[in-house]
């Protein structure tokens, strides 16, 4: 038995029914089981590495016959080095304590009427990614730690590398007593298109790419999507913020990594600060070579830099570029970030508590920070032990997400024949007694 | 300034406006504020009783003109009792303790830089619900409670209630503190059409009332859908089941109230154990009115009965019927309904807790039973405190839902200045070390 791939509109409706039918028993594994299965998963990954360079091989030297950008190919490659990170990824997901089954509540409802509220996986989890074979192995560990069944659609420069790692890993799984069928692959937009369809039996999608390619996974798709579009974070600089941690927060908020949705997009300045901070802030990000957008008033205080407009306060750049705005107070600071933001990350750099704790209240984003840099907001940083994705949505989990995003919860109920007529007609009344939790036993 | 009502698609989407517009300002009042309100609005609904009573006394004349059914006409009855207890009911959610702001997790990342994961509101909240005006004044007190604006959509039958009731806790809201607009009423299918379409202003739709209607709901609208449609609940009868408590369960799931969601629609029994329980069972049903449909082996026991097909394992018939079934094991009573059930709610009647343990694991449901009546899922029986619906989602918030499910969270990091190049390319290390709650003070 393999993981499937392979297209086509009955393919794929197959082998989502497949993944359903596989989840459930997924479901019900013991997390021994699901942690063996892990640990195989990590040992076929490591004995079948010649398989896996060559496959990688394949596609990297397709890569550079299509002329593939050499940012993209490097990604690609899939290499000794990277399958040793790989393995050492799936074994420390392995080690993480078992999420399924974890107590949430326990509740005497009335004597020997006993009401728990334990974890479970959300299902059939679709993840949609990008070129890099590790993140395959990534969100498989994942899924497979969290009892979830998984469609997975990777890149398709990665088709071969993908083909193989999926494979291995299903097969790996499946030795050790996970339920054929587990994880299945697809591989062309269409199928995507497809999938997206298929509303009773994926439970959930998260796509992670192009702003673009998200948006056009959330207005096609009755599916929940868990994810965000834009990334457009904001630092405020607050009057009497000092300078030199206005400038190391622009900084790195901007310029660590540009390419990411935590970056940086729009700098405000409380007006009091700009003709102090700006010139400065402005030479620290031009040397790292960022170019500056400015509406009308930071043009006054930096007169050689291009002017913004609208247009620049709800544009993702994703670049080494950077919108500036004076504002001429925290509630026009708030105010811009909650009509141009994407309540993805947001700071304020400020000496003053109480402002910064109107800011972290009102401004309305999964995460707000107080004189940190935006680009801490990521869940290996924020100690989550893997992450999902990052969800800008209010529902499920918002902001960076790690394994419990995968995660729903029952309601399970014990008695000795207890009936609602007792304790709607008969007198009889709850007790409501809150109990400590105990552990993942069902019973 | 009053709650405004009327319709038209330029209003409607100026009214979903208004309430994201008056969340803003909502989720950031302080909870003795919110507190404050709803003592303000319980002082309100008394002293304007007459005014009330006036207004409930128009719908109650017109249905009568209308010819609407009794039981229906009983429902909207909202005289000086049900007006106390409405109070009452406003009352208790006041005295509920704060839900916002309440520390979820908190985390020194590295010395002086402290993540923080805290409730908030989720936004805009629409509800859409049946007659009763009762049920305006409950949900209106729980989004308040949780920091909320609400659209709500009553039934046109309580029209002039409604209206009377919106605009007297809206405005004793405001005289508290509560930002004008926070709440808004609407009153006609067409509008609740155009506010589907207003997923930028509204982030979650609560919708109560007839199977079609919510389907209806969720088929329209990109904004989540907090609910079920169908409750085609089932009760397991385990061979070697006690039969006095298998009559029981029978009974008190099917008849203690036949008209709503948790109540028995189908009933499995064991094959070793029909040819006993069957005909207890069967007879106990017959004394309380219960018409029975069964499968082929079934009437074989008992022989009266009408047939039962596959349309009746997928029908919530919320009536005196009952389907009935006759599995060869347990893993087909759990297969039978994880296949027809609707996840909501699903009890086993054994004494084997081996033989429990495996169908509350697997069966796939938002509750599951053992030796107790489906018709304990639900918030209030629950000691949830308040119900804000049943929801068969696995995303966000499942099975009976309290002020909890109105709640989203935010990440809130605090530092000194911390840089992620520091972590990244500088060799300083995130400590990670998990800290105590702490109270609902931002800082």
Chains 1, 2 share one sequence.
Not at 77 to 96: E, N, P, Y
Not at 116 to 143: H, K, N, Y
Not at 383 to 392: D, K, N, Q
Not at 414 to 434: C, L, P, S
Request: a negative charge; glycine letters at 10%.
């Amino acid at each position: 038995m393999s993981a499937r791939n392979g297209g086509g509109a009955d393919t794929v409706e197959m082998r989502a029914r497949e993944a359903r039918l596989a989840s459930r028993t997924l479901a019900s594994l013991s997390g021994e089981i699901r942690t063996a299965a892990l640990e195989r998963v990590a040992v076929e990954l490591a004995r079948q590495g010649d398989r896996i360079s060559e496959s990688n091989a394949t596609d990297c030297t397709r890569a550079e016959k299509e002329g593939l950008a050499a940012p993209l190919r490097k990604r690609l490659r899939f290499d000794g080095g990277k399958q040793l990170q790989a393995i050492a990824g799936v074994r420390s997901v392995a080690a993480l304590a078992d999420p399924v089954g974890r107590v949430l509540e326990r509740r005497e409802l009335d004597e020997g009427l006993i009401l728990t509220r334990r974890t479970t996986p959300i299902g059939v989890v679709a993840m949609i990614f990008e070129s890099r074979p590790d993140a395959l192995v990534q969100i498989a560990s994942l899924a497979l730690k969290s009892g979830n069944a998984v469609v997975l659609k990777g890149g398709s420069e990665a088709r071969d590398s993908n083909r193989v790692l999926a494979s291995v890993i299903h097969d790996a799984a499946c030795a050790a007593g996970a339920p054929p069928g587990w994880l299945q692959l697809i591989e062309t937009r269409e199928d995507v298109g497809r999938l997206l369809a298929l509303d009773t039996y994926i439970d959930l999608v998260i796509p992670r790419g192009s702003n673009e390619f998200v948006r056009y996974i959330m207005d096609n798709t009755r599916i929940p999507v868990m994810g965000h579009a834009d990334g457009i974070c904001h630092l405020f600089l607050d009057r009497g913020a000092e300078p030199e941690m206005a400038v190391a927060l622009t900084v790195d908020s901007k310029t660590q990594y540009v390419a990411v949705c935590n970056a940086l997009e729009t700098l405000l300045v409380h007006a009091d600060a700009a003709p102090g901070l700006l010139p400065v802030v402005g030479e620290a990000l031009r040397k790292k070579g960022v170019l500056l957008r400015g509406c009308p008033r930071t043009r006054e205080i930096l007169p050689g830099i291009d002017p913004a407009d609208e247009s620049d306060w709800a544009t993702e750049y994703l670049d080494l570029l950077l919108a500036v705005r004076v504002v001429d107070s925290l509630d026009e600071a708030i105010a811009h970030i909650n009509r141009w933001g994407s309540g993805h990350t947001d700071g304020i750099v400020t000496g003053d508590a109480r402002r910064a704790e109107r800011f972290l209240r009102e401004v309305d984003s999964a995460s707000v920070m107080w004189n940190s840099s935006t680009r801490f907001a990521d869940g290996f940083r924020y100690g989550l032990g893997a992450e999902v994705g990052i969800s800008t949505s209010r529902l499920h989990a918002r902001g960076p997400v790690g394994v419990e995003g995968l995660l729903s919860y029952k309601w399970i109920l014990t008695g000795r024949g207890h009936v609602v007529a007792d304790y709607a007609e008969g007198g009889k009344v709850f007790t409501h007694r809150d109990l400590p939790g105990g552990d993942n036993e069902i019973l």
